[in-house]
């Protein structure tokens, strides 16, 4: 006589660039094309409640159409924080890991490089996250390639990938 073995389908859900989603475990977060862009990932390890925003831009201040909050790491990060206590996350529980923010066209042109989006993505994420005192638990961010980003709420963890570079988890 053969087992019968239930399975739970685990949900996966596609975050864009400029979006962020909260899901509950079991459930899969995902995007994809994290160049200078950053990937934040928030999570409450007890009630297993987690966040995926995918940033554009560091800050909002420095623009006068702000109709899409998700693209900004200082309006997105406390609006998805804000969802995640609504639906249960506790704030003391929460934690982050962060990926992206690589800086990648190369220039010799001093005045260019001074604009590193993705370095000043990175930083404003560091201090939004502080700001709400969620600590940053690990991250993968610097370089000049770009990554893809998968957050298992099941556990917690954050895969990242990267072309012809294999897997890393965080």
């Not at 990175?122 to 638990?137: D, H, R, S, Y």
Request: proline letters at 2%.
């Amino acid at each position: 006589m053969e087992a019968l073995i239930k399975t739970q389908k685990i949900k996966e859900s596609k975050v864009g660039i400029a979006e962020w989603q909260v899901l509950s475990a079991p459930a899969r977060l995902i995007t994809l094309g994290l160049g200078s862009c950053v990937g934040i990932a928030i999570y409450d390890r007890t009630f297993r409640i987690g966040g995926l925003a995918h940033i554009m831009l560091a800050d909002s201040t420095q623009f006068n159409d702000k109709n899409n909050r998700a693209k900004f790491a200082d309006l997105a990060i406390p609006d998805m924080f804000n969802e995640m206590v609504r639906k249960g996350a506790k704030r003391h529980k929460m934690v982050a890991k962060i990926a992206g923010g690589a800086q990648m066209f190369s220039s010799t042109d001093r005045h260019l490089s001074v604009l590193n989006i993705g370095q000043r993505n990175v930083e404003m994420v560091k201090n939004t996250l502080k700001n709400l005192n969620i600590p940053i638990i690990n991250e993968d961010t610097g370089g000049n390639y770009g990554r893809t980003l998968i957050f298992d709420l099941e556990t917690g963890e954050v895969h990242i990938r990267v072309m012809g570079r294999g897997i890393k988890t965080i």
